[in-house]
């Protein structure tokens, strides 16, 4: 085998971000954040070539993906006040004409949007989650549910905590209380004023409403994924949402690990073993098709009666996926040699 591929062509491929003229102009694989992604790619015999991406120069970014066998993308779903509907036409025509782009943006659609939370709720990591597609559903059925506790309300696209609130009744006021993710101090308003700063969510997509996860303030674990293998994972206390001044106290940066650490072996198994493959399965995803990295964030649930934790997903992250473990990169380039071999 190991000859076969030594004496087949190199394989190209491109790494693609957004940046400006000058970002495009400087670019190389020894500069930037993915050197080592272009470092690992290279130990098993696959160019790596630096492509920016910018709406003012879509055509030249066009012209360079489709001179490459694949391309990796990471560029948020919203960013500088721009979304990825013209890079996401691009990628899909550059992928019609057969280069592998990971991750494509029909991919992305169904498993890096919050709706992942509602579609995917009876499997083990599920949780209480409700999905509504118009404001007028979110407004009948709102109310209901935060009769039963705080919830956490999210739109189905966005990145850093946006678009992401918790949300409760107060006892003894016909108002709500409201949290924004990127804020530190809650605020009182009416549902009413609550639905109209959520409006906007509903002119390109859906919201999600999920119960909020008493044990937040104890850390997210982030699992991070090549394709249907574990790249690493990542610990953090995180403030979003976190309302204890002892929890937020505490909150610090995402500490990285590799897949062999022992705190996760677990969640490892279930990954890889169970909800990976239910994933697939669920959402018509090929094996193949998974992004060459992605990243499932979790909160911890309800301690199971073995004295175990259970695990709650909090979102997906498919578009843009970094910082990551140190790891993360010759897990990425195996994935990929392995995919572009489906091409010979």
């Not at 694989?29 to 690992?40: C, I, Y």
């Not at 919203?78 to 280069?99: M, Y």
């Not at 918790?166 to 209380?177: A, D, G, N």
């Not at 964030?297 to 990551?324: A, R, T």
């Amino acid at each position: 085998m190991d000859t076969e591929r030594h004496s087949s062509p190199r394989r190209t491929v491109a790494i693609l971000s957004r940046g400006d003229a000058a970002a495009r102009r400087d670019a190389t694989p020894k500069s930037g954040r993915f050197v080592d992604v272009f470092e690992a790619l290279a130990a098993v015999g696959i160019d790596g070539r630096p492509v920016i991406y910018d709406e003012s120069f879509a055509d030249a970014a066009r012209e360079q993906l489709l001179s490459a066998d694949g391309v990796l993308v990471w560029v948020n779903p919203i960013q500088d006040g721009r979304n990825r509907a013209g890079l996401d036409a691009l990628l899909r025509d550059v992928a019609a004409q057969g280069v592998w782009v990971s991750a494509h943006p029909d991919v992305i659609l169904k498993m890096g949007t919050k709706e992942v939370l509602y579609r995917t709720r009876s499997m083990g990591w599920g949780s209480d989650t409700a999905l509504y597609q118009t404001a007028a559903a979110m407004r009948a059925e709102l109310p209901a549910r935060l009769a039963s506790g705080p919830r956490v309300i999210k739109r189905n696209r966005g990145n850093g905590g946006q678009g992401v609130w918790k949300v409760e009744k107060l006892p003894t006021s016909s108002m709500i209380r409201v949290l924004d993710a990127t804020k530190d101090t809650p605020e009182e308003l009416t549902l009413d004023d609550f639905l109209r700063r959520c409006a906007e969510y509903f002119e390109n997509g859906s919201v999600v409403d999920q119960a909020f996860q008493a044990r937040l303030g104890e850390g997210v674990v982030r699992c991070y994924m090549a394709g249907d293998r574990c790249a690493g994972f990542g610990h953090h206390k995180v403030k979003a949402l976190v309302e204890s001044p002892a929890a937020r106290a505490g909150a610090g940066p995402r500490l990285y690990t590799s897949n062999a650490d022992p705190r996760f072996q677990r969640l490892r198994r279930l990954m890889e073993n169970e909800w990976t493959p239910q994933l697939t399965s669920l959402l018509d995803i090929a094996r193949s098709d998974l992004p060459a990295i992605w990243d499932a964030d979790f909160m911890l649930g309800p301690v199971q009666p073995d004295g175990s934790d259970s695990y709650v997903l909090g979102e997906i992250n498919v578009s843009s996926v970094h910082p990551y473990p140190t790891e993360a990169p010759a897990e990425i380039a195996r994935r990929v040699a392995d995919r572009l071999q489906l091409k010979l």
